[in-house]
């Protein structure tokens, strides 16, 4: 799963019938704990109650239909895990 | 899903026959809001009616199957939302 | 699907027995109209008759087998469409 | 599979209930073998006891939810082997 | 499919059950076919008998699997035909 930080969200009126009542975040992969650095952002589906601010463990294509509440989402990321402040321990 | 624009479309007449009558659009990923920086662009398929210049999600690998006319199409990415004007927003 | 120009083929006396009969196509990604930068080269099964020198649209991951002769042929990459001259569109 | 060393772990109280008693480790992957190049750091799930120090091999995809306890877990990413010391050989 | 050469191999006593008796031999990516850019190592298994200085086609993504001993075995790359010397032709 890819680890990243929960940046703000999006709204789409229209969309795929099949990810009415989904909730949109965008996520900006932490590449590297130590120096911040930013990868591409993406959307992804979130049903854990993720916010603005939160490290997140995101799994990524066919996992994501997974943790959707449709199995037949078109969905190909969603928020599995809201990472616990202080336990990303690295040696 | 990746964020991006839709920057034009293409016409394929010899295709696999499922994608018969399917609409391909160009896809040009928005990785960063800020700087507007461009990524690949690559070829979606469109069911939810984007238009040129649209900013739209799209999902990729199985899951763009789920958001096709047939699902057993050959196609690994589709449009499956419109990103409405002013809501991405990021803090 | 990305977008890819057929720029050769190769041989493969030994493969996987599902693979017997395949035509292996080396595509070249076409990742910015514009400029013609290229993207790194891969091999594509294609099963509707492109050649070299055609720009194809190319599915990948799970829907390549869809667009293969066997769908238990472990294919991660097949041609779906010959782009038609002139009819790549962008504003 | 991606060659990475086991570098961390990562807790996540809240997280999807089909990974409950998962164990989380921050995969960090070897690009090169002779520089040590460094690539994006990931997480992945080990039900193989993996530690902190040892060369993995990581299965992504859909191939990590056959390594994971539960096969409907929203996991893309799984710890599948501990490559023995001094096995890595290339000519 | 990626074009890759085999440069070496790892032996991982401590593996998933699945994935018992597997080869698995390291694949550095050919980029471009001229220049000879090497791209990301990875662990493919091999079933077909490729040796090392092979110059291979490797599935991956779902498609390993359809190309290993066992179906569910969490694989996520496998050599799925060694190309023939000589035949990569591009114009």
Known sequence: M???KVTGSVVATRKNEKLIGSK???IEPVRTMQ???EGDR???V???GAGIGDIVMV???SAARL???RQDAPCDAAVVGII???TILEK
């Open 59 to 61: 799994a990524r294509g």
């Open 46 to 48: 979130d049903v854990i």
């Open 42 to 44: 993406f959307v992804a």
């Open 84 to 86: 616990d402040d202080g």
């Open 24 to 26: 949109f975040l965008i």
């Open 2 to 4: 890819i680890i990243g």
């Open 67 to 69: 943790a959707c509440d």
């Open 35 to 37: 120096n911040g650095e």
